[in-house]
């Protein structure tokens, strides 16, 4: 009755890499998603793969007890699947890449020798630009002992022998691509450029790294880690404890994949696994270039092989610059991310960072963008002598340092700042002004989907709700004031909402009212209708109220990113419930739910996803919408998204992918072009 999480997880994995196959993705962008492919598998092997392993070394009757489904050979199947996978990526980027950038007169040095034209070239670089970030370490004695490969991180084994000596020994040196670039230009022949890895212009010129030996081999090589492994949250009771005592030395990062280039030999493979304490489940064989996801800073001389960029969106009530708190009174404000600019949202922050009517301010933040202009203004109105609250999220997964930084700015400036709460993320979106107008106040809110990052609203696809709605506001309030109490929730804590949807209080109880609700109408002989979109879909209790409301005969249709744990074709749903998983241009990260159709149906957006984690570990929230133009809005959103025939995958036994023919429907096309016309 479930798919897996992980094997569902890769499958959209997958669906990226089929972007970087389609003939109809600019070539530039083509590579993007091999990027973005290379970037979610290392992701993978940091938080999901030590898991695995772990649940596999369960005993069968325990591992029945995990809600998901765990199929026979666990790791086995994951092995074989991404192994698939990368010996696709390898055919698409050889096969398809390199000839059309040879086409477009660029050409990648890649598994073959420099052109005689480069040699001097590439060692001029190397002595005058990489050699003094180089710090070889032999595998061997105290030096071995306080070297620690750092995850992610392009490492080279180079097997060498002294001249007229016949004992071979391993060194090991760090490529330097986080201090360096890792593709440099070298001069163009024949009018052709070229392009070559920092790792070959150390290959070409590791004689001078070791002096005085004969180099033997080189071979690339590269750890991932474990890393916040926060499997506490998608798991209940001591099934926890289980699975913790089977993960190898969580604290400290174990490696939980050892990548190796496959012409290294076996005796050398094995030294090195032992050398660093790695087991058999957790070695990989890849090609020379690892680290993949940097070709995101691939060179392109120029030249326009990328999709044309949509100008951002202006709302014509918003666009010439006026009080952004006046345009809230009149009305609700919908906004859709990336089609829309970000600058409202800014405007918010700074016109409330210098109204001398604005008296507080407060706001979740989960992922901080490096150089934030929200950040800045909420230092501003510290510094304004504005009361600001800030609930910043010490445990986003890879932007824990940004938030840090950011947090000790903040509370520098006098900004108040509460962490994370023991045990349990924040991860709603929201935020919320209060302001005097006339000796009465009044406050201003807004309702995400998305984080308060002006760089990922470049390219994440988000709903965004600014409203005056007092009941939404008031109960806003109460929420950030029990999160400045930094405890979890617990039964005898009664807050009361009654408009909002939060996890831990009532949000899974209102959506199972809903459900219901649909189910209520068919027995009714109406029509019963649920359209939701969202990342993931993983927990069984929710789940399992789908199955049921398709089997009672209500129209089921489900837009899901990655995991999606439900199996459309479960006995007694027919063809009741279908699952879409749309892949283009923008990453699609809306939660929208929509039960019944027309203008009864009850239109919700959110921070939530229905995973465990976000439904009973997390603190989430979702409001319904009520202004007729937004709703209106978002319903159509929805159907454009579900008409689409270009980018969209059906999931089914056998996942279906998207056509290739321009002619067909695309929804992110579609959507830009309909909020165009509205604006």
Known sequence: MYNNRDISWLEFNYRVLQEAACENVPLFDRIKFLSIFSSNLDEFFSVRYPVILAIANLKAKTQRKIENYIPENFPEKIQTQIENQLGEFEKILTQKILPLLEANDIILYYNRPLMKEHIPEAREKFLSNVLSFLQPVFLKGNMLKKFEPEANKIYMIITLKKHGDMEIQHAIIKVPSDNLKRFYTLSPVNGKNYVVFIDDIIRENSNYIFPGFEIVGVYSIKFNRNADLDFEEDYRGNIVEKIEKQLVDPAHGHPSRFLYESSMPRNVQLYVASTFGIYHDEIFADGRYHNLSDLSSFPHFGKKLTNKEWKPLYLSSLSEGGDIFNEIEKKDILLHFPYHSYNPILSFFNQAAIDP?????????????ADSLIANALISAAKNGKKVTVFIELKARFDEANNIIWSKKMKKAGVKIIYNIPGIKVHTKIALVTKFND???????????GNFNELTARFYTDHTLLTADKDINAELLSLFHFLEKREKPVSNIVISFKKLYVSQFNMVDNFRKLIDDEI???KKNEKGFIGIKMNNLEEPGMIDLLYKAARAGVTVYLLIRSICCLVPETKGCNANIQVRRLVDRYLEHTRLFIFGEGKDAQIIIGSADWMTRNLYHRIELCTPVADPNSRVELLDYFNLQWQDMNKTALLNSITEFPGTELML????????NYLKERV
């Open 665 to 672: 429907h695309n929804g992110q096309q579609s959507i830009y």
């Open 520 to 522: 209520k109408k068919v």
């Open 357 to 369: 009517d604005v008296k507080e301010i407060y706001i979740t933040l989960y992922r901080v963008a």
């Open 439 to 449: 000796g009465e106040m009044n406050s201003y809110s807004i309702v995400s989907t």
